[in-house]
Structure formats: structure tokens, C-alpha cells
């Protein structure tokens, strides 16, 4: 009786100090995810290009791969001069982390695009390929589920 109240307990405090990891790198994982937008907004190419680890893919209606950082910088002056004319910033709605690996998790994330008078004129999908390099965990793949503009 007291091995399995043992258990039972090992078992509780395994879960709860998994979950409170899983929470930390979730928030780290949504935080990145925010600074990677913020510099979309900003047209800061370089410091979206850090977000990432070469080669890398997009994987939207043409898919690439991406295969340094200039390409990548390249690539992402490209998208954000075809946005939506009056596009300002996004934010996330909602996400959900799938932990893959040790080293390899996808952040799922529904997100909106604002004008520069706060109206929504997109929402999202999109598929966000971490991987974890040297301790830090980089964009490997971004995949474009869905975009409705509104």
C-alpha cells in the first residue's frame, strides 16, 4: 500500500513539474513568436532573420527553402512589400505547442492583422517549426495554413 501511494505521488509531482516546464517554454516559444512579428511590423529583416536556423523553409503556396540569412532577409523584404497596403501589425489569438522532440516542437498559432486604425483585415493560420539549436530554439519552417482577408 505505501509503494502505491509512493507512486501515485511521484506520479502527481512528475506531471506538475512537466507541465510548469512545458508552461516556461510555451511562454518562451509565444514570446519569440511576438518579437518575430514585432519585427515583421518594423521591417527589421535583420533581426527577423536571427529568429531563424539555416537552411530554412516557407512552405506557402510556392514553398522555398531558404538557405542563409541574406536569402532569408531577401525573402522577407519580398513578403512585406506585398502585404496588405494598410497593414500595421499582428497579433496572436490563440495557439497551442506540440512538443515533437526534445529539440523539435511546432507552435500552431492563429493570428490577426491589424490596419493603423485597429480594424482586423486578415486572420491566420500558421504552422511555426522550432528547433532547438546550441540551447536556443530557432525557426526552422514557417507554414501558411490558412489567410482570410476580411
Not at 483585415?121 to 511555426?128: D, K, M, Q, V
Not at 517549426?129 to 476580411?150: D, H
Request: glycine residues 2%; charged residues 25%; proline residues 1%.
Amino acid at each position: 500500500m505505501k509503494k502505491i501511494f509512493f507512486n501515485l505521488i511521484l506520479i502527481f509531482f512528475t506531471t506538475l513539474v512537466f507541465s510548469q516546464d512545458n508552461k516556461a517554454l510555451e511562454s518562451q516559444i509565444v514570446k519569440q513568436w511576438m518579437d518575430y512579428s514585432k519585427a515583421f511590423e518594423y521591417k527589421d529583416y535583420e533581426r527577423i532573420a536571427s529568429h531563424f536556423v539555416y537552411p530554412a523553409i516557407f512552405n506557402n503556396s510556392t514553398p522555398i527553402i531558404v538557405k542563409d540569412k541574406k536569402m532569408m532577409i531577401k525573402a522577407y523584404k519580398s513578403v512585406r512589400e506585398n502585404v496588405q497596403k494598410d497593414y500595421k501589425y499582428s497579433l496572436i489569438d490563440e495557439w497551442k505547442l506540440i512538443n515533437v522532440t526534445n529539440d523539435f516542437l511546432i507552435l500552431d498559432a492563429q493570428y490577426s492583422r491589424y490596419n493603423g486604425d485597429y480594424k482586423q483585415i486578415l486572420s491566420g493560420r500558421g504552422l511555426y517549426f522550432y528547433r532547438k539549436v546550441n540551447g536556443n530554439w530557432l525557426l526552422k519552417e514557417v507554414t501558411t495554413v490558412i489567410q482570410n482577408e476580411l
